[in-house]
């Protein structure tokens, strides 16, 4: 009997402490239950739109038909399977994210139990974009979601709130208390890099009410109470100058001007947002610059120090291109930039040319046919003058002294030759031997006259001119010039050598398929200098280098290095832009800072700061543009710009020396050997020979 009274006692016992048990773990799941609903309600208010995410433990947790004012919110739900692959995601799962991604759900209550498929979901759906990582999430709090691999998911994740439940624990009496309190952690941003992620607890459920009651989902990137955030520079014109370093360490007292435009922004944005800036930069950035894929498909660069999340800045002039954006997240465009090519000058050598640069070809042609046209009329006039006006007179018995007298001077222009050469002659004002007497003659003299003086006044006009501009330099404006011209071109960009490539510009293909890809800045200017060479970068940079290659150009002559100088072309910059592309500040991928940084750099743009920082970052190129143009030498006139004259007189003397050649040879073998020759009777001899012309 004692045995069964014990045994029924021993059953007894237990079976309160498994009924009590079962009760407690009711009231618990009850207890979540109602915390959640509060939670998802809350939510509700602030986004019109929810994905819920759970696994087989907390599936029907949640019964939005009890939630308050949801049917006005739409609901997305994914139902995951414990062992759930997400290298190979089932399309469901796709489909339900990027159907809420497009109807902007701005809000995922994520129940899962397993903090490792958390993870895992969360970092599937991060990479792939199909969450707004801006948005509000709810979530389990797990110990496996705050390893070191996950840090940067928690600075891109901030508005979070962790659902911290705590299991019962043994009194000192030895009972087990069951304890009802409940916790909402979130987590501290920007969050520093260490072994375990810090949270903080905002609320605490208790009892089936908050204890605070507040806005859990507070903001946190309007005030960042002075915390250090990474700043990685790459110091590209006009996006940084070197001026800017002196700011990496301290902030000096003098206003330091031409910073750089993002390095700017970045002044009024850390103040803006109340947090330290600490600039640094990356190791080799000068040569790897924005950053190139190498060989083992590995990224050097501001791509390499976005792809490890090292800063949560990145100044460097970024195109706002699709390449960046699989690397970045880029605010607004606060610029655009002509990109385009730095190439070598031609000098136009003309000078020998010095007696026809005055005129234009048409107008030497209209000038040549009127000479012609002008000494036939005074042939004509003058023959046909002295054929029937004086052949008039004749007939009329005038004396033969008035038939002289109106016959005077009229020999001038009756043969062809004569009136050829004397036409001409008046052109350059020499004037005539005689005046001819007939009055026709004189009245068309006069405005021959008149016409002379206007065609050679500006014929010296215009030369003077010539000699007193500089040499004409022959440059390359356009696209089509480019592709023509012998030159190679090339950057350091293996985007800008896709962009041609794939261009459907034919002028375009031409400059892809000779684009070559070059490291160093200054090499490249070096080859552009020996004009074999054409550079492709924004036009502000490229203004920069030209201004830098003119001085060093001005130091080597002062110093009269050895290194011959003269052999180098002027630097120009191409006219015509390839592309105006627009220039953005960059920023860690999927950074929650984007929204309030594109409001502020919006509001910058607005009052006209961009512009003014620019103008500071150019003013240096400005002056030194101005200094060049005004030591440079001016209608100067040389022995380079006159060997035009030196060649007019050089083909005067070979004609010259060609034409008595001709008459030598004309006399010993033409004349000489005539029979009616007779050296001692020549006046007979021309006589006899033109009246047999005749």
């Not at 792939?128 to 999430?137: A, D, K």
């Not at 941003?189 to 009410?209: E, L, N």
Request: hydrophobic share 40%; proline share 3%.
């Amino acid at each position: 009997m004692i045995l069964i009274t014990l045994f029924l006692q021993i059953v007894l016992v237990s079976g309160k402490s498994i009924f009590y048990k079962s009760h407690q773990r009711e009231n618990h799941e009850k207890n979540l239950k109602f915390m959640v609903e509060e939670m998802v309600k809350e939510i509700s208010n602030q986004s019109s739109c929810i994905v819920f995410v759970s696994d087989s433990v907390y599936r029907n947790l949640v019964d939005v038909k009890n939630i308050e004012n949801f049917s006005n919110t739409s609901k997305y739900e994914i139902a995951l399977r414990d062992n759930e692959q997400f290298l190979r995601p089932r399309r469901r799962i796709q489909r339900i994210l990027t159907e809420g991604k497009a109807v902007d759900c701005r809000a995922y209550v994520i129940l899962i139990a397993n903090g490792y498929l958390t993870a895992e979901f969360l970092q599937y759906t991060e990479r792939e974009r199909l969450i707004n990582t801006r948005g509000l999430f709810l979530l389990i709090y797990d110990s496996r979601l705050f390893q070191p691999y996950l840090h940067y998911l928690w600075n891109r994740i901030i508005n979070v709130v962790f659902i911290r439940q705590y299991n019962e624990y043994k009194h000192r009496s030895g009972g087990k208390v069951s304890k009802e309190k409940i916790n909402l952690d979130t987590i501290y941003f920007p969050s520093h890099r260490r072994k375990s992620i810090a949270t903080k607890c905002i609320d605490t459920w208790y009892k089936g009410k908050w204890r605070y009651g507040t806005n859990h989902f507070t903001e946190k990137i309007t005030n960042l109470q002075k915390k250090h955030l990474q700043i990685a520079v790459f110091e590209h014109i006009p996006a940084v100058t070197e001026k800017s370093r002196i700011y990496y360490n301290k902030q000096p007292d003098d206003k330091i001007e031409g910073l750089g435009i993002e390095f700017e922004l970045i002044q009024i944005i850390s103040k803006a947002m109340n947090f330290k800036p600490k600039y640094y930069m990356p190791d080799n950035i000068t040569s790897e610059k924005w950053g190139i894929e190498e060989d083992n498909q590995t990224h050097v660069g501001l791509v390499s120090e976005a792809i490890q999340g090292k800063a949560a800045f990145y100044l460097g002039d970024l195109y706002y291109t699709l390449h960046h954006l699989n690397y970045f997240d880029l605010t607004i465009p606060y610029n655009t930039e002509c990109l385009t090519f730095l190439t070598p000058e031609s000098l136009t050598e003309n000078s020998w040319k010095l007696l026809i640069l005055p005129f234009k070809l048409y107008t030497w042609i209209a000038l040549v046919l009127t000479l012609i046209l002008g000494s036939a009329i005074f042939y004509f006039l003058s023959l046909s003058y002295k054929r029937h006006i004086s052949f008039y007179k004749n007939q009329m018995h005038f004396q033969n002294i008035s038939m002289k007298n109106e016959l005077k001077g009229l020999y001038l222009f009756t043969e062809i030759g004569n009136s050829i050469l004397y036409t001409y002659s008046m052109l350059f004002q020499v004037s005539l031997p005689s005046l001819p007497s007939p009055w026709a003659v004189r009245v068309l003299i006069g405005w021959w006259w008149i016409y002379s003086i206007l065609v050679t006044v500006a014929y010296r006009a215009s030369m003077t001119a010539t000699l007193a501009n500089p040499v004409a330099r022959v440059t390359i404006d356009t696209l089509e010039q480019l592709a023509k011209s012998s030159i190679g071109v090339g950057g350091w960009n293996k985007e800008s050598k896709n962009f041609f490539s794939m261009s459907s510009d034919l002028s375009s293909q031409k400059i892809g398929n000779k684009f070559q890809l070059i490291e160093q800045e200054d090499e490249a200017i070096e080859k552009v200098a020996n004009g074999s060479f054409g550079y492709y970068e924004n036009s502000y940079l490229l203004r920069h280098a030209r201004v830098k290659r003119q001085i060093l150009e001005k130091e080597k002559k002062e110093n009269k290095t050895t290194e011959d100088i003269s052999s180098k072309h002027n630097l120009h910059i191409m006219q015509e832009c390839v592309i105006n592309m627009p220039i953005a500040l960059g920023l860690e991928k999927n950074s929650p800072l984007k929204p309030k940084v594109d409001t502020l750099i919006r509001r910058i743009i607005e009052i006209g700061l961009v512009e003014k920082w620019l103008s500071d970052v150019m003013e240096w190129s400005k002056i030194m543009e101005i200094r060049q143009e005004a030591e440079s030498e001016k209608a100067l006139v040389n022995l380079h710009k006159l060997q035009g004259a030196f060649i007019a007189i050089i083909v005067g003397y070979l004609l010259a020396f060609m034409i008595l050649i001709a008459e030598i040879l004309h006399w010993k073998h033409i004349v000489l050997k005539d029979p009616k020759f007779d050296k001692y009777h020549l006046d007979i001899f021309y006589n006899s020979t033109n009246n047999s012309k005749i």
